[in-house]
């Protein structure tokens, strides 16, 4: 292929404008913050489903809790009534008697039920205590992922700055180069790792940045100055410039 050397020129340009785009879209793709997010997230769903297991916990303990008070104030009333019947004295000695005992009974079973709902009561206590800390550490996680993310959408803007900025003289450039030119570039690129030109400099491939040998060196001497040359290590278009060594 043969193109003036000024289009050749103009495909380094090119290459620049096309390498910078290629970095800010890795740099899109690699922000610190998208993998600290991705980690957080995961902590926030872990931390999500335990606080639904701890609030599922506490509120079944407080359904105890309720249940073990209203046995307690039950038997309590119960031996009030009792109590309040015996005072009176109304009824038959036996009566009267068996009161008494089931007072004493009742006050048995109060103090059993009452050392239950002591139990359960610690156990709330204990349950509010885990529900606390984990709405702590999820408050905690949320901020952290909240900041994260105004950051991360911070950089992603000024990364779209600086592409829109890069890619606004692409169309120019191209149309210097020409179509010919530009759509070997682009299947050389397309297959080399997003480099389709390199100068050559001080007789090395700015591409694979290998010296060329001296037969090499010979062959580009004597080659006209719109042929357009590739590199026979990598097979990318190899642009003169007054830097070449040649």
Known sequence: MRAESSRQQRLLDLQAIDTRLDQIAHARRTLPQ???????????????DQLVRSRTELGDVQREVAKAEADVQLVRDRAARDQSRLDSGTGSAKDLQALQHE???LSRRQGELEEVELEVMERAEAAEHDVEELERGMGELTARISGLETARDRELARLDEEAGHVAAPRDSVVAEVGEDLVALYEKIRKSSGGTGAAALHQRRCGGCRLELNPVEIQRLRSADEDEVLRCEECNRILVRTPESGL
């Not at 998208?34 to 999500?48: F, I, N, P, T, V």
């Open 103 to 105: 007072i004493v009974s």
């Open 34 to 48: 998208l993998a600290e997010l991705e980690d957080l997230g995961g902590k926030a769903r872990l931390l999500e």
